[in-house]
């Protein structure tokens, strides 16, 4: 049965807000994307007020939630101070943009008062490595799939999650059409393919949908698939981030002990000034750098064997070198990566003895020992 708006608001008109007035004559709620089941929207409340109003955001998604035919909810508190208003006072307790409290610990090196301090680890899950570059169009998301393949080769039990709220890829790199169903425990359940359980917003939303969503919006749903999925027991949950350095890569670094990130460049300068701003940010979060890999390399010729450094070569290994952290190798640009990729049958699955798999199963190596 279709859900529709009308039938969220009047689930929505059951919910109070703070001073007892019914959310829906509130004049907090955002436009209300209600579509295949799955509702998207926002309360918006002045940051002052922030730390009441997270009780209201956690009753309205559950009232959502009961609606018969909805299979995902996510609502998102968005939490911003108007002109002149003095900051909120800080407390440990007080989560903003909707974020639900959990279990806190300090990292090692994080002061008490740090966001980092209330990082907790997702249970089953041995290390959360991040896979990110300073600017798009450089394959991330395809060697992020390749990379948790190989890693899958070498004898770890991966796990995917991509965090590109505005541009999914992992659902046309791996060729799943399905959506995820929920358990018992109202968890979503990954989409197994390839050995790897998988979870992107992709498989929530069609494909030609805008997600014209504001930061609240994309750190709620990142929240959501990190913590509200049945991943079970894995070695490395492998996290393809969007593009630069905003809202998404600080939620993940705020929220979960990353044991490192992996920053995907190609060799040309403007590239790697980007790739440098990536490794600045997680340093500045206390995330260290597991190394930089130089995707698109270099070009050689399927027909005559010629090689050709399309976009100059070496640059991110000197990068490396210069910013002392490893460089994992040199991938180059072929055929048959880009056209494995866009049929939904990743190179190392699809061409397991390959050139380009050993290639991939070498930095899988070089990262496996760093972690």
């Not at 968890?187 to 917003?201: A, E, T």
């Not at 959501?224 to 630069?244: K, N, S, T």
């Not at 490794?279 to 979060?285: C, E, N, R, T």
């Not at 056209?339 to 190392?348: K, L, R």
Request: hydrophobic letters at 45%; proline letters at 7%; glycine letters at 10%.
């Amino acid at each position: 049965m279709a859900v529709d708006k009308t039938q969220v608001l009047a689930a929505l008109r059951a919910v109070t807000s703070p001073r007892g007035v019914a959310l829906t004559d509130a004049k907090v709620l955002s436009e209300i994307t209600a579509s295949d089941g799955k509702v998207f929207f926002s309360i918006n409340v002045d940051a002052n007020e922030a730390k009441a109003w997270e009780e209201v955001r956690a009753r309205a998604e559950a009232a959502v939630r009961a609606i018969p035919g909805i299979t995902t909810a996510m609502v998102a508190l968005t939490a911003e101070r108007k002109p002149g208003a003095a900051a909120a006072p800080a407390s440990s307790h007080q989560h903003s943009h909707g974020v639900k409290p959990v279990a806190q610990h300090t990292p090692h090196g994080a002061p008490s008062d740090s966001p980092m301090g209330k990082q907790a680890s997702i249970p089953g899950i041995g290390s959360i490595i991040a896979v990110a570059s300073g600017k798009g169009g450089v394959g991330k998301s395809t060697t992020a799939l390749n990379l948790a393949l190989a890693l899958r080769d070498l004898g770890l039990r991966v796990g995917l999650l991509d965090a590109d709220i505005y541009g999914p890829s992992v659902p046309r790199l791996t060729g799943v059409r399905e959506k995820p169903t929920l358990n018992d425990a109202k968890k979503m359940v990954p989409i197994m393919r390839f050995g790897l359980p998988l979870m992107s917003i992709g498989f929530l939303v069609e494909e030609e949908t805008a997600m014209v969503w504001r930061g609240p919006m994309v750190m709620s749903a990142i929240r959501q698939m990190l913590w509200d999925v049945a991943w079970g027991e894995l070695d490395i949950l492998v996290v393809d981030m969007p593009p630069g350095t905003g809202d998404a890569q600080l939620t993940l670094a705020q929220q979960v002990p990353l044991r490192g990130v992996v920053i995907v460049s190609t060799p040309q300068d403007l590239a790697l000034i980007d790739a440098r701003r990536g490794i600045a940010m997680f340093d500045k979060v206390n995330v260290p750098t597991l190394g930089i890999i130089e995707n698109m390399s270099y070009f050689q010729c399927p027909e005559c064997g010629t090689r050709s450094d399309i976009f100059g070569h070496g640059g991110a290994r000197h990068e490396a070198e210069r910013l002392k952290v490893p460089f994992l190798g040199e991938i180059p640009l072929h055929m048959s990566i880009r056209t494995s990729s866009d049929a939904g049958t990743p190179v190392v699955d699809s061409e397991p003895d390959g050139v380009h798999a050993a290639i991939y199963r070498s930095i899988g190596e070089h990262i496996k020992g760093r972690l």
